[in-house]
Structure formats: structure tokens, C-alpha cells
């Protein structure tokens, strides 16, 4: 940030300008602002050292990098040729082999290692690219100099969080971000957006080029291992920031040559994936047989050359450290170029030379591991004692194979907010730099993922406790770069036409078991706040109460204890309810599922609407709270279950994803009213009419009570308003009517025969069903009635399981004849 004579240096005078002309606690209530827009954003990394847990918020420093425009430019020409450099590697490595066989990389580093896929051996990539994006960790030493500590040619994570890195600190200095003059980053984006499908538009079949049907628009989707990754979040980011949908393995399935998208409307071709998945992960058929994350049978789709698999299956091989040394000469073989970016000196241990210079000179050296495979924090040789040195060396010369080390090089410092003295400090830094493929060449984008060592570290890595920057690069124009929208083609008719989304199995799936889940919580939480109401009231009448309410809790799993529990009072049971998981019927491990069911369609959701759902799961007490915040809790997940149906209702597209979470919604309702008010019916005549208040707070339907009858609780009346009010959302016959419409808007868009069709001859016979044997106060007439009325409640609480299964086998299950790969017609 300052020269030798502690000046600011020209490309930091605009921003320091700025923030000099600011309030003194600015900087203190923007850290403030960053902090809170990460939390309410849901940003996160699992942090696998981090010792107050692995999972953790992302962290953001306040104060951006600033890098000037005639140094950004040396940056991208250097690292657009080592993309270009390692792309060429990689395609000779699982082609012809020249450099092994010229002794330009040694055989041992490429076949020693379980990252070189030898069933991926002989495939041409049908784009000719196999390394579509990349990215490069770089280190500058204090007297300026950049210089590369590693490559990533996996699935480079990073430029998601470079993304939303900017669009929080834009929001939280967004004159300063116009005043500055930085270079934007969505031009990137849409250049990796329009990489995979247009390349997937024109890729060929062996050598002949075959273009794409008319119907036929190339589909590219992002595929992840899931919602327990530790990038999960940016996989899910970068999904929505490029269109695609938001894959995982068991939402694909290979048919003949070509794997297909598994959707509510049927099996949908794929033609490019960009994955997030580790390379023998891919496909449990022909590489790692344990995977349960892969796509069975993928790496045939990509030898028979029909889908873009970007990076390519086996990229991950370049990954390893000890090939960094082998650049130089690889690069003058193949291109005659110099590496206009030297990698920092680094030996591979795997050759002796190398072994005995690492081992007498571990006090100038980091040690590393070779593979990505191997978990394990970089070793600062100066930082250890003579037994830790000894320890150490005696590992490197068991499996010498498996360790690299690099020169140790005191890495430049940037300054970063620190809180805790309101001030800037200096911290080590490393920046992840990312480049894309191109037709005209490799594209890199404009600025970075800058990584910042913690307080007491010098290594800079997020997954060993690090925090990161957003990286302004400086415009060399007065606007920057243009945004993707004055480069790309205009939207035409035709692809309007062709803008309804395929909604993924799994995701509608997900959605589906969310309105199911949601709609569990909050029954669950009324009933358990119903009876904690009356263990705080002490009174016979609602003791009584009470009574009734703790058999159907049980009879509704409420209160169901785990396996081999200590019987608990009837008051520890409902408050174990609150916070136990092992109580699988309460509302702690309903909670779970409701966050669980939401992370896997996170893509989907508004961040609003994530962001009340994660607070909810971090919020849930994990140890038995005292009765009054027992009932806060409880008021809270009441609170964020009405916000999520408002956010249905008003906040979602109405496509097929839509509809299955309101018939989730609806389904789940059903079988609950229809269960509670089935077994208030069972009970003895004398104790019935003890339950009807509670069942009124139950079925959320007190004050509509209270506002038409204005008197106490009589079983006719809490009858027809929680079981045959069509006009209550809140009753059995409206969850009737709803799913029988919303069983007919779901066939009429994706086709076939109706499901639930019983659905409808139930909403007939509760519209029949008469009332007036419920007239009398007691008496064999009322409990004839409610024999009758109880095996219709059963009968609309199995149609709603049946519904269920009905949905599952019909829209969320693709299970087809096994035939073998490359056979048509499955």
C-alpha cells in the first residue's frame, strides 16, 4: 500500500482519498455491515483445522486489495500461458504420451499417483479443450515480484466467492466501487457460461460435426457432491449465476452413449457438466467403486464424445506440486516460450537429488504434500524443533514420493481491517487467480480470490483457518470493461418460447418433502406449545386438558421416546420434544429434516427465504431449555413456518417445483388434521370435550372460532370447522379440495394419468357426511356419528400417504431396465 518512503502508492491514492473523506468510525460500522450481509446471505466454508468447529461463516476483510492495471495485465498474459501450457500437458498425458516418452516429465510422477485416471487414457475431449477452467495460486515476495505456489485443474473452487466476495463489498462501498474504477467480474462469468454451451452446441461426434436439432437446445448443468461439501455454497452460487441447474449424481443417468438429467416431465439429454466433483468420484462403473456421489457409466458417455465434461475426467493429475519444475521445459518443448511467471523452486522427493537436498535444507523450505489426496497442513521447516525436524524427515524418507517441497518465500503483506484495535495491520496474502476458455483463447478474469494468513500464520489458505478480499483491479479506461449484456446475442422469440425450465427429480423431490416438512414443524410446534401452555397452569380444567392432549401426542409420534430412554414426566417429555433429535417425532428433528430437504435446493430458494430456514436450524436449542424458552422456541419456528408459506405463495415461480411443494404442503396438513381429529374422536365421551380448545390452537383455527360462534368450545361446531370448512385452510376438506386441483394442475403440465384419484370420492362423501347425529350432547347417537367420522378421517389420512408413494413412484423415481452401456433404447 506505501512505498519505501511510506507514501501510498498511486493505485491505493484514489481509495485511501476516499475513505479519508469519511466519518472515523466508517470503517467499523462497514465491517459491521460486511459481517451481517455474509450471515444473512448464508456464505460458508467448512474449515477443516479450525478449532472452534469445521463449519464457519465465510470471512471477508473490509479492506480490498488494490492492484493497478499495467501490473494486472503482466498477471493475465502469465496466467493465461500456464493455461494454455497445462491444457497441452494434459491432453498429451491421456493422448500420445510425447513428453513421458521425450523424458520431459518423469513416468513415476503421472503413473505413481492415483489421480491419473488410466481408464481415461485415449479420450479425445469432444471440444478439444480439457482444461476449461483453471486457476493459479500466487505469492508476491516483498520486493514485488508474482510468483506461482500451485495449480488447480480439478474443479477450481474460488471464483464464486471471488463473485460474491464484490457484490458485498460494492454494496457496502458503492461509491468508492464506482469512484475507483474497478474492473467488473461478470464478464467472466458469462464467458464460462457461454464456453460450456456453446462448445456443447457445436462439439462433435467423431470427426463429423453434427449441429444440434432445432429442439434439441444444449443443456449444461453444474454438478456437486452435495450440501456437506465445504464449497457447497458456491457450487449452489455459481449455479444460479450461470443458468444451470444445480445437479448431483443420482439426478443423472447414463442411457445408451448419452447421460440424461432425471426431471418431473421425463429424462432430459445433457451435453456439458461442469463439475464440482473430485475426478474418481465421476462414475463408480470404471473408476472408484465406492462412490456413491458419481453417475454411473459417465466415462463412457465422454469416450463416445457426447457430453462436455469440464474439467476433463483426469485433470486433477496437475494438481500434484511436483510438477511445477518440469514447466520450464515442457513450455520451450511444446510452444518455445519462456514461462512469463516463474513457479516458486520446489523439489519433488520422489527423485533422490531432490530427497537429499530437502533434507539439508528443511529450515528454507515449506514441506507440502505431492497429491491433493493427502490431507495435511504445510510444515515451515524453521518453525521446528530437532525432534519435530527429525519426526518430519523420517517421513519424507519412508514415502518420499508423497512429499514436495518449495522455497520458503515471506510472502508480501496487505492491510486488513482488524477489529479488535479499529485499524489496519498487515497480513500475509495469496491471491487465486482464475482463467476460462475461450475461442480466443484463455479469458482471465479481472480480478481475484485474495486469501489472508490468520494473525499468528503465514500460510494463507482458507481451509486451514484463513479469512479472504475482494481484489480490485484498477480500469485502465474511465468505464472498465463492458458488461456481458452489451456482448452477448439478444434473446430472440424462440428462446422465450423455450424458457420453461425441466425441474430435476430430485429437486422437486426436495420441494416436496420441504412443504412436507414445514407444514410437520409447525403442527408439531402448536401441539407441544398447547401442552406446555398447560403444565405452566397449574388449574384441574386444564390438567384435564392436558390429559387428552399427552395420548394424542404420543399417538401423533410427538413425544415417542427413543429406544431404551429413561421414562421421563409428562413435562420433560414435551420439552425434550423441543431440543432432542432422538425424539424422531419432535420438533428437533423435524427442524433437521426441514433444513436438510431446503439445503438440497438451496439454488431455488430467495435468500430471504434461506436465510430465515438456516437461522431457524442454528437457532433450535441443543440442550433442555427452561419452560418459558422452551416457548420462545416455539414461537419462533411458528413464526418462520408462516414466513415459508408466505414465500410460497407470493415468492415462487408457480412451475411443477411449485406445485409439489404445495401439495407436500397440503398433504402433510391432511394427514395431520385428519390423525388429530380422529383420535379426539376415540376418546371417552367424558374427555372429549376437554380437547377442543387445544385442538382449536392446534389446527390454527382459535380466533376464526372465537370470531364466529363467540362462545365455548362445542364439539359440533370444532367439527365442521376443522373437518368440513371449505373455506378454512385450516380443514380437512380444504386439504381435500386443494390436492384434488393441485393433482390435476401437476398432471395437466407434465402429462399421464391423474394421481390421488381417491382424493376426490373422499371430498364428495365429506360434503355428505351428515352432522346432525353430532347434535346431541351425548348419548349412543354421538358416538355412533363418531365411529362413522373416524374411519372417514382414517381413510383421508391413508389417501394422503397413498398420495405420497403415488407421487414418488410417479415423478420422482426413473427406474428403467438395466441394458448395457452403449445399447439405445432403454
Known sequence: MV?????????????LSHLAGLPADVMRRRSAFVNDAIASDGVSYNVYADPIGTSRSWELDVMPLVLPAEEWRMVAAAVAQRAKLLDAILKDLYGPQTLLAEGLVPPALVFGQRTFLWPAHGIVPPDGVALHIYAADLARSPDGRFWVLADRTRGPAGAGYALQNRMTLARAFPDAFRDVQVEHLLPFFSALRDTL?????????????????????????????????????????????????????QDLIVRGDKVYLKTLRGLQRVHAILRRLDDDFCDPVELRADSALGVPGLLHVVRARNVIVANA?????????????????????LFGERLLMPSIATWWCGER?????????????????????????????????????????????????????????????????????????????????????????????????????????????????????????????????????????????????????DIPSRVG???????????????????????????????????????????????????????????RSRGDAFLAAVWDKEYTGGLAANVARLVGAASHVRERLSIDNWHILSK????????????????????????????????????????????????GRRLERLAFLSSTLGNVLRLQPNERPEALEWLLEAANSIVTFRARYRRQPELLPVLHLVGFDETNPHAVAFQVRELVSSSLRIVDEIGGDPVGRSLAALGLELRRCPLEGFEPEEGPEVERAAEALGKLLDRCERAAYDLSDEAHRRFFTHAGTPVPLGIEGA
Open 509 to 567: 423431490e426436495n420441494l416436496f418433502w420441504m412443504g412436507r416438512y414445514a407444514e410437520r414443524c409447525e403442527a408439531t410446534a402448536r401441539v407441544i406449545r398447547a401442552a406446555l401452555v398447560r403444565i405452566a397452569d397449574a388449574s384441574p380444567d386444564e390438567q384435564a386438558a392436558l390429559a387428552t392432549l399427552e395420548v394424542v401426542a404420543r399417538s401423533l409420534d410427538v413425544t415417542t421416546p427413543p429406544k431404551d430412554a429413561p421414562v
Open 353 to 501: 537429488p531432490a530427497l537429499d537436498y530437502v533434507t539439508s535444507h528443511l529450515d528454507e523450505l515449506v514441506v507440502k504434500p505431492a497429491y491433493p489426496s493427502i490431507r495435511m497442513a504445510p510444515v515451515l521447516g524453521h518453525t521446528l524443533d530437532a525432534a519435530a525436524r527429525r519426526e518430519l524427515v523420517d517421513r519424507i524418507q519412508k514415502t518420499p514420493h508423497a512429499y514436495v517441497a518449495q522455497e520458503w518465500v515471506r510472502l508480501s503483506q496487505a492491510p486488513t481491517w482488524d477489529a479488535s484495535t479499529s485499524g489496519l495491520v498487515p497480513r500475509a496474502t495469496t491471491l487465486r487467480v482464475f482463467a476460462v476458455a475461450t475461442p480466443d483463447g484463455y479469458e482471465v478474469m479481472p480480478g481475484a480470490l485474495a486469501r489472508v494468513a490468520p494473525p499468528d500464520g503465514d500460510v494463507a489458505s482458507m481451509q486451514w483457518g484463513g479469512s479472504s478480499k475482494d481484489t480490485w483491479v484498477l480500469s485502465e479506461g474511465t468505464q472498465g470493461r463492458p458488461l456481458p449484456h452489451t456482448k452477448r446475442a439478444r434473446v430472440t422469440a424462440v428462446d422465450v418460447s423455450r424458457s420453461v425450465v
Open 197 to 249: 454451451t456453446k462448445r456443447a452446441q457445436e462439439h462433435t461426434v467423431g470427426r463429423v460435426s453434427r449441429p444440434r436439432l432445432d429442439d434439441e437446445a444444449p443443456l449444461a448443468v453444474v454438478l456437486t457432491p452435495g450440501p456437506y461439501n465445504e464449497t457447497y455454497f458456491e457450487h449452489s452460487f455459481l449455479a444460479k449465476q450461470l443458468g444451470f441447474p444445480l445437479v448431483e449424481g
Open 616 to 663: 431457524l436450524g442454528a437457532r433450535m436449542p441443543t440442550k433442555e431449555p427452561q419452560l418459558g424458552a422452551a416457548l420462545s422456541t416455539l414461537d419462533e419456528v411458528m413464526t418462520t413456518c408462516v414466513s415459508l408459506a408466505g414465500f410460497a405463495m407470493d415468492d415462487m415461480t408457480r412451475d411443477e417445483s411449485w406445485q409439489f411443494l404445495l401439495m
Open 313 to 333: 475426467l483426469g485433470s486433477g493429475v496437475l494438481e500434484t506440486g511436483a510438477f511445477t519444475g518440469f514447466f520450464p521445459a515442457v513450455a520451450e518443448r
Open 3 to 15: 512505498d519505501t518512503s511510506r507514501a501510498p502508492r498511486a493505485h491505493w491514492r484514489p481509495l
